[in-house]
């Protein structure tokens, strides 16, 4: 569930929650850390999390913390259980219908754009420059 009074993400089935504030030590000290697939450290650090269930969804998350250490931004994309998006399976279709999906599951469960809260954003995306779909929520 996604709860838009103050941002937080929870997953479903384990007891962990994404949200504003989340220091990269809390997540590291985490039950979901152990589900970190690889990382990037480029002053930001994104971590690509193992696809889980919100909402009775399976999303890939990401997680980017900025220099110091705290939340700047979760991205979840729907996850199919066939594979891993790569190039060689990628479409533009299939990236729309992701959106698409993200789109429809917004309205469901959060309701009518736009996003905006005293917390930060979210918002349903689509960027051709790396041919992915997801919904990104951005802390302040």
Known sequence: MIN??????????????????????EFISSNL?????????YGYTRYYIKPQMICGEKFAI?????PEGVLYMANIGLHSDDSFSSWENW??????????????WL???????PYSYTWGLMASSYD????SSSINITYK
């Open 4 to 25: 838009i009074q103050n941002g937080n993400i929870d997953i479903d089935n384990i007891n962990f929650t994404i949200k504003q504030k989340l220091t990269k030590d």
């Open 33 to 41: 850390f152990a589900d970190v697939l690889n990382h990037d450290d």
């Open 62 to 66: 990401s997680l980017i913390f900025n």
């Open 91 to 104: 479409s533009e279709s299939r990236e729309m219908q992701k959106k698409e999906f993200h789109d429809k």
């Open 107 to 113: 309205e469901k469960n959060i309701g009518q754009p």
């Open 128 to 131: 051709p420059r790396s041919g």
